[in-house]
């Protein structure tokens, strides 16, 4: 399973900045993908998730100022974020990843153990 993410950079605070992130060799119809993210000397910390049949999951911190979404494509799984409002709070590694179970769990615990497969990161600076 390969995960790839991509979209990240610097943005001013208050811009907006989207994701990418496709997943390839994941031979499940049903899923759950979403985005984590990991700031300077913290924790990391789940932002959203969404699962195959549409159901999302937001962290209270970018409530509001996220969403989520989904594709698939022949053999692939595609995962989106658009953040919006930017603040230097959000700066982070962000990291896709797919796997098993409820969105909602996945917001609540990085460690849960239905995340199976992790992407590589991709920086958002914001300041």
């Known amino acids: 399973v390969q995960l790839v993410e991509s979209g990240g950079g610097s943005v001013q605070a208050g811009g907006s900045l989207g994701l990418s992130c496709a997943a390839s060799?994941?031979?499940?119809?049903?899923?759950?993908m979403g985005w984590f993210r990991q700031g300077p000397g913290k924790a990391r910390e789940g932002v959203a998730a969404i699962d195959d049949d549409g159901s999302t999951s937001y962290a209270d911190s970018v409530k509001g100022r996220v969403t989520i979404s989904k594709g698939a494509g022949v053999n692939v799984f595609y995962v989106y974020l658009e953040m919006r409002s930017l603040t230097p709070s959000d700066t982070a590694v962000y990291y896709c990843?797919?796997?098993?179970?409820?969105?909602?769990?996945?917001?609540?615990?990085?460690?849960?153990?239905?995340?199976?497969?992790w992407g590589q990161g991709t920086q958002v600076t914001v300041s």
């Open positions: 060799g994941y031979n499940y119809s049903s899923y759950c």
């Open positions: 990843a797919i796997g098993q179970g409820l969105p909602l769990k996945w917001v609540a615990d990085p460690q849960y153990d239905a995340i199976a497969y």
